[in-house]
T-cell receptor, first 111, second 114 residues
């Protein structure tokens, strides 16, 4: 079935650094969602994108809906220890347009 | 705090047991979902309910039986599970079932099958 390619798989960064991750699809999406999941918890919606070229911010997080509609980017500026977790992109690539998830980017932040 | 509440948070059961996972949301959402998540993997869709009717079953084994008693509640009945069914089970809801619509997840129920 449809898959989302998310990279990088993991990142180890120093507190204060900026982070960038991306997600690509083999087909066109009309929605891109970005979630963060802490260990043992459910995913929390960070940003939703609905329009090609759209750039949306949520605090230190900024996400963009790629012009080709086949990719999306998430940037985190000035990372802090609580940014640690797994970040998932998601889009309507499943049967009947249901959400499917990328494999996740595991972020580790050194104080 | 999440507005989707799941109970229990942890469940340990034997292969012959019958147990249930419960999910509740009070956001007025009309679509509810069960996802299964194995360690270090993304969530995978199991079932979708839309206006209290089962609309999608992603070829899930019959030992998992979903139920939607009303628009706020979603249950997952478990019977004769296998150890490989051990996982984090996530409930989610959305306003309606819309392709690419925003899903709001509960904190999950961690299931261990012995």
């Amino acid at each position: 079935g449809q898959q989302l390619n998310q990279s990088p798989q993991s990142m180890f960064i120093q507190e204060g650094e900026d982070v960038s991750m991306n997600c690509t699809s083999s087909s066109i999406f009309n929605t891109w969602l970005w979630y963060k999941q802490d260990p043992g918890e459910g995913p929390v919606l960070l940003i939703a994108l609905y329009k090609a070229g759209e750039l949306t911010s949520n605090g230190r997080l900024t996400a963009q809906f790629g012009i080709t509609r086949k990719d999306s980017f998430l940037n985190i500026s000035a990372s802090i220890p609580s940014d640690v977790g797994i970040y998932f992109c998601a889009g309507p690539g499943g049967s009947q347009g249901n959400l499917i998830f990328g494999k996740g980017t595991k972020l580790s932040v050194k104080p | 705090d999440t507005e989707v509440t799941q109970t229990p948070k942890h469940l340990v059961m034997g292969m012959t047991n019958k147990k249930s996972l419960k999910c509740e949301q009070h956001m007025g959402h009309r679509a509810m979902y069960w996802y299964k998540q194995k360690a270090k993997k993304p969530p995978e869709l199991m079932f979708v309910y839309s206006y209290e009717k089962l609309s999608i079953n992603e070829s899930v084994p019959s030992r998992f039986s979903p139920e939607c008693p009303n628009s706020s509640l979603l249950n997952l009945h478990l019977h004769a599970l296998q150890p490989e069914d051990s996982a984090l089970y996530l409930c989610a809801s959305s306003q309606v079932r819309l392709a690419g619509g925003e899903l709001f997840f509960g904190e999950g129920s961690r299931l261990t099958v012995l």
